[in-house]
């Protein structure tokens, strides 16, 4: 199995551009979730899905994020407009039983 | 509310040398806890969990840890520290039924030769 897949491995943007990370999850897996990883704050759960419909967004930080899961196979976590505070690494995570996740490789996001 | 708590932020050993990583966990209910490293720029591997079986689990890269419920705590622990042991490590948290993870801040593991 390829594991979780995240693209890109890396993004620059610049300000008040829009950034989209894509991210497909292990065949078979019913959960999936996004994470932001920064040195301020550590690992955050942004979102998370099971079966394709968004569970817990509770963690989306502002209305500027959004995430969708239009089928098992992708995930798309989109920031519109990006703003530098949003730089950090983003995470895809899926499961079976939501509890021991597997990881992607992460993206890493810079906004100038 | 499930909480775990890093006790070191940095842990330094010389290769050969045992290594200890400590977590305290806080959870209202018999907790699932597990260990995820991360080495630089890669994502996060999981490590072992412990999902109320046996109290001392055995993870990969010859690392182990054990659950004391009295002490709530979950330390890692491995025999003998590599040079590719060196990573970032994460004490997690999950209680029964479908709860979040919730990570720890991470220890740092240097490892000189």
């Known amino acids: 199995d390829a594991g979780v897949i995240q693209s890109p491995r890396h993004e620059v943007t610049e300000m008040g551009q829009e950034v989209t990370l894509r991210c497909k999850p292990i065949s078979g897996h019913d959960y999936l979730f996004w994470y932001r990883q920064t040195m301020m704050r550590g690992l955050e759960l942004l979102i998370y899905f099971n079966n394709n419909v968004p569970i817990d967004d509770s963690g989306m930080p502002e209305d500027r994020f959004s995430a969708k899961m239009p089928n098992a196979s992708f995930s798309t976590l989109k920031i519109q407009p990006s703003e530098p505070r949003d730089s950090a690494v983003y995470f895809c995570?899926?499961?079976?039983?939501?509890?021991?996740?597997?990881f992607g490789p992460g993206t890493r996001l810079t906004v100038t | 509310a499930q909480s775990v708590t890093q006790l070191d932020s940095h842990v330094s050993v010389s290769e050969g040398t045992p290594v200890l990583l400590r977590c305290n966990y806080s959870?209202?209910?018999?907790?699932?806890l597990f260990w995820y490293v991360q080495h630089p720029n890669k994502g996060l591997q999981l490590l072992l969990k412990y999902t109320s079986a046996a109290t001392l689990v055995k993870g990969i890269n010859g690392f182990e840890a054990e659950f004391k419920k009295s002490e709530t705590s979950f330390h890692l622990t491995k025999p003998s520290a590599h040079m590719s042991d060196a990573a970032e490590y994460f004490c997690?948290?999950?209680?029964?039924?479908?709860?979040?993870?919730?990570f720890g801040t991470g220890t740092r593991l240097l490892v000189s030769p």
């Open positions: 959870s209202s209910y018999s907790p699932s």
């Open positions: 997690v948290v999950s209680g029964t039924g479908f709860q979040k993870l919730v």
């Open positions: 995570a899926s499961s079976v039983d939501s509890r021991e996740q597997y």
